[in-house]
């Protein structure tokens, strides 16, 4: 995938300009397109004109929590008997996300202008996800509007659900984390600075130990600064690698291979990947449109390249569960659940009994994999507090045997 600079003109005959990732530039023109712009120029981003973002002032997008209450609550005004217009005029006036808000405000005027639905989220894309997008449209040529956001509500809610579980189960052992360094950083500004004094007054020579960790409190006392300007390069340069094509595919590729939180990435991405693509299938959407859509939802880049792999050998008639077993990243479990469905010819069901399955076992590997960190941090914490306590300790321990 490569990003692309571009320059078009919305329906409303104002000129817009952006980036967008696509595989080619045809493919890059194909997507403005189907947001509702006609590209002007399409040129592909070199090293110097790449868009840069700095990590602490990027912009977030809507919550899926968020997006979740608005497809749920449209498709609830819809089947109520109201027009698009006015729902989204009842929406946007309470609607709290302000991002959301200022969306669904363009969506209306657009749609008050003669727009369809789907052309006018098309152009407010940093709002509105392409999946959802996709899934109007699909909506609006079946006349299943209601259907299609009240499926997209429920995709939303699911993915809620496990970054919840996922960030939940997280927090606690990243507080210990926090806690262990904020005991090294206390103890190597404050403690042991104050025992210095009285070691230099000992005559007999100090334990290793002692000296090793006497060393880093002096450098950390003195130096504090170059640590944090050292800590805020490496961060930002890691931000800035992870940008990069190479990095993001090294940086995904590692995830897939550390232990245990390797299983969580793959149960993760694998129940994405089903209930997406579940969910495209059951609106009546094309299986190579809707791996296409599956692929750009993956959060993990070698997923996403094995889907577009899988959706070049679906093109040519290749079964979906010959070309998931083929990329070997797929477990055998969802190779076979797919097989089955594509003899049985309920594919869609399939998909979604190995999302729920998969979702289950991503709850059941985040409290496993929480189990595993907590002992092991408040351990490694335990550790370090006794050495820095011995290194303090061991000199008056070696002076009184001295005296005795």
């Known amino acids: 995938m490569e990003m692309f600079s571009y320059t078009a003109v919305a329906s409303d005959g104002k000129d817009k300009k952006g980036s967008i990732e696509a595989e080619s530039r045809d493919d890059a023109a194909r997507k403005l397109k189907e947001s509702g712009l006609t590209p002007m120029s399409i040129k592909t981003q070199s090293a110097l004109d790449k868009d840069i973002e700095i990590p602490f002032l990027k912009k977030k997008s809507v919550a899926a929590r968020d997006m979740s209450v608005f497809c749920r609550q449209f498709a609830s005004i819809l089947k109520a008997g109201v027009s698009a217009v006015n729902a989204l005029e009842m929406l946007s006036e309470q609607t709290e996300n302000k991002d959301l808000k200022k969306g669904i405000i363009n969506v209306q005027a657009a749609v008050e202008k003669g727009e369809t639905l789907s052309d006018a989220m098309g152009q407010n894309s940093d709002i509105f996800p392409s999946i959802l997008v996709d899934m109007v449209r699909a909506g609006e040529s079946s006349g299943s509007l209601e259907d299609a956001l009240t499926r997209m509500a429920l995709q939303f809610e699911k993915s ?5 579980i996922v960030k939940k189960a997280m ?8 806690v262990m360094i904020g005991v090294i950083v206390v ?4 403690v042991i600075p104050s025992f210095v004094s009285m070691f230099e007054d000992l005559e007999s020579d100090l334990p290793a130990m002692t000296k090793i960790v006497m060393a880093m409190s002096a450098s950390i006392t003195k130096y504090w600064y170059i640590y944090i300007i050292v ?4 961060v930002v340069a890691f931000k800035l690698y992870i ?3 190479g990095g993001r595919h090294a940086i995904d590729n590692l995830k897939l291979k550390i232990p245990v939180f390797g299983a969580l990435q793959t149960k993760s991405a694998c129940a994405n990947f089903a209930r997406t693509l579940s969910t495209l299938l059951h609106a009546g959407m094309p299986m190579i449109e809707a791996l296409d859509i599956t692929a750009s939802t993956m959060s993990n880049v070698q997923y996403k390249d094995a889907l577009n792999k899988v959706k070049s050998g679906v093109s040519l008639g290749i079964p979906l569960s010959d070309q998931l077993k083929v990329s070997g990243l797929f477990p055998p479990m969802i190779v076979h659940m797919t097989g089955i469905g594509e003899e049985t010819g309920n594919i869609e069901e399939m998909l979604n009994n190995s999302a729920t399955y998969y979702e289950e076992e991503v709850e059941v590997q985040t409290q496993t994999l929480t189990s595993l960190m907590e002992p092991l941090i408040i351990v490694v914490m335990a550790l370090v507090v006794v050495l820095l306590i011995l290194s303090i300790y061991q000199p008056m321990i070696q002076l009184y045997n001295t005296l005795g």
């Open 160 to 164: 809620a659900k496990m970054k919840g």
């Open 171 to 178: 927090m606690y052992p990243m507080v210990l984390f926090c």
């Open 187 to 190: 103890m190597m500004t404050f």
């Open 243 to 245: 940008k990069t094509d």
């Open 231 to 234: 800590i805020a390069a490496i």
